[in-house]
């Protein structure tokens, strides 16, 4: 029988890393002593106007998962609620902390601030904070240059092996995780993806074995799009799987392909190569927010603060988030949106544009809704992607999708509609993405379903008006000059790094050219 080990322990507290493959801090941790893995639920955290109950129940998924491989180890995670200063110090008055140990973490304002206090905590009553990376972002990053190459030996390590086992620790209590509504999150979302370690390599492996197959050509549309992409976006914010080892499975596939000269074999690499790209992008706008993190809250470029109005329309944000714009492929991708958290990413664009541009929406009152909609909210990701798709960095070329294109181009049939807008059930396929065009459309439009809110073709061409004009003015392209040495990306290619016990007489394989103009959030 195992002699449970008194205190003082490490604490190890858990954020958006929650597995314990691939865990460095754990295992760097456990060689030391007895350690206390903590997660804290912090009621202030999901009062945030950015969170959202499809959220927390895909994080209380995975916390069951990531408490099922700590037990195994010998010592159960340990969940606490409160105010993270609070609750780590009453755990240091109660049984003594030696040190505490996490992964950086690339949140909201809110994380930040709170990491901010927990760091004056802990130099206030001596204790260590070792924290590391877990991707590829950078704290107190002072270049861009070299980024890229970093990213690609960070890679290339080897996987993190799982401790032996953690010495259990003796009068350690838990208390039950909360259900959504415990946190005042009322939040529908039926469809939503669920949760937990074991779900998420169970899409990593489906991906690579089959259905990422078609990833290159199928991922725009939000049909093909659900299946064909990886689907792994909420499973890398919230750490069940990491990006190393997302990466590694990628290449290992990749190699595995490599003698196939089949069409079949040729298009499947093509189509890895390119999601292989995009892991190096999930990390490169991350680091955005990291370096500069009032892109949360201001436009990035100075010369383009102030142009939209402060407060948004209530009539014309609710008609946007409910789906009920009168533009049938825009109102069936917010509410798939709002019923399953997922949107693929062409679309996220789209509905962005639409709500930036033809409704001249504050890019900040549209992020927030849809940081809550979506299960793979990630921050770093979402508002540097959020000021891009609104034209607000002054670095990126100025996108207005029109949501009657997109329609044709993405859902040709009209099936992904009729999923989603069941009113227009009797628009004939012909007029259904443009249902006013119906000589017999009396009756539906305007009583059934939703007349148009705004002219597409009008509100397209005052937008752009309104951009270049601000785009014109003196010293603005001074200023994009510093955002993009700032922040930009110092190549357009990207390479495919190996992992560290890899021939070094391999040779390394370009990956897609395309530079990542399109959201990011859903790989």
């Known amino acids: 029988m195992k002699r449970r080990v008194a205190v003082p322990v490490d604490i190890l507290w858990f954020k958006r890393d929650l597995r314990v493959q691939d865990h460095r801090l754990l295992a760097a941790a456990a060689l030391g002593g007895p350690v206390l893995p903590l997660y804290i639920v912090e009621p202030d955290l999901w009062r945030q106007p950015d969170a959202s109950g499809r959220q927390w129940e895909f994080i209380r998924e995975s916390l069951a998962d990531l408490d099922q491989d700590l037990t195994r180890l010998g010592q159960p995670l340990v969940v606490r609620m409160g105010d993270a200063v609070e609750v780590l110090e009453a755990l240091r008055r109660g049984f003594g902390v030696r040190a505490l140990w996490s992964h950086e973490e690339t949140g909201n304002s809110f994380t930040f601030a709170r990491d901010r206090a927990v760091a004056a905590w802990a130099r206030q009553h001596g204790l260590p904070w070792h924290e590391l990376p877990q991707n590829g972002v950078r704290r107190r990053l002072t270049t861009r240059d070299g980024w890229a190459t970093r990213w690609d030996r960070l890679m290339a390590e080897p996987v993190t092996p799982v401790p032996r086992a953690l010495a259990p620790v003796s009068r350690w209590t838990s208390r039950e995780l909360p259900a959504a509504r415990d946190l005042g999150l009322v939040d529908s979302c039926p469809d939503r993806q669920r949760g937990g370690r074991r779900t998420g390599l169970d899409r990593l492996a489906s991906f690579l074995s089959d259905r990422g197959r078609q990833y290159r050509t199928a991922m725009s549309s939000p049909l093909s799009g659900a299946t064909s992409c990886s689907r792994l976006s909420p499973h890398l914010a919230f750490g069940t799987v990491s990006l190393r080892e997302t990466a590694q499975a990628t290449w290992a596939r990749l190699r595995e392909l490599k003698g196939d000269n089949s069409p079949d074999a040729r298009a499947f690499r093509s189509s890895l190569i390119s999601f292989s790209g995009r892991l190096h992008w999930h990390c490169h706008f991350i680091q955005k927010l990291e370096s500069e993190p009032e892109i949360e809250f201001r436009e990035l470029h100075p010369l383009l603060r102030g142009m939209r109005p402060e407060r948004a329309d209530a009539a014309l944000l609710a008609a946007w988030a409910r789906g009920e714009t009168g533009y049938p492929f825009l109102d069936a991708c917010m509410r798939s949106l709002n019923a399953t958290g997922w949107l693929n990413f062409r679309m996220r664009a789209m509905v962005v544009s639409f709500a930036s541009?033809?409704?001249?929406?504050?890019?900040?009152?549209?992020?927030?809704?849809?940081?809550?909609?979506?299960?793979?909210?990630?921050?770093?990701?979402?508002?540097?992607?959020?000021?891009?798709?609104?034209?607000?960095?002054?670095?990126?070329?100025?996108?207005?999708?029109?949501?009657?294109?997109?329609?044709?181009?993405?859902?040709?049939?009209?099936?992904?509609?009729r999923r989603w807008v069941p009113e227009l059930a009797d628009i004939p396929d012909a007029y259904l993405h443009e249902p006013w065009t119906w000589d017999q459309a009396v009756g539906i439009i305007g009583a059934r379903y939703p007349s148009r809110i705004v002219e597409l073709?009008?509100?397209?061409?005052?937008?752009?008006?309104?951009?270049?004009?601000?785009?014109?003015?003196?010293?603005?392209?001074?200023?994009?000059?510093?955002?993009?040495?700032?922040?930009?990306?110092?190549?357009?290619?990207?390479?495919?790094?190996?992992?560290?016990?890899?021939?070094?007489?391999?040779?390394?394989?370009?990956?897609?050219?395309?530079?990542a103009r399109q959201l990011v959030l859903d790989l």
């Open 457 to 515: 073709r009008s509100s397209t061409s005052a937008a752009k008006d309104r951009i270049y004009a601000a785009r014109r003015a003196a010293k603005f392209q001074e200023s994009a000059a510093r955002i993009q040495d700032k922040h930009g990306s110092r190549r357009s290619g990207l390479t495919l790094p190996q992992p560290a016990n890899h021939s070094r007489g391999s040779r390394r394989k370009p990956a897609s050219r395309r530079r």
């Open 357 to 417: 541009y033809n409704l001249w929406l504050p890019w900040r009152a549209t992020g927030l809704h849809l940081a809550r909609q979506f299960t793979d909210y990630e921050p770093g990701i979402h508002w540097p992607q959020i000021q891009m798709q609104s034209g607000t960095t002054g670095i990126n070329a100025i996108r207005m999708y029109s949501v009657i294109k997109q329609g044709y181009d993405q859902d040709p049939i009209g099936a992904f509609v």
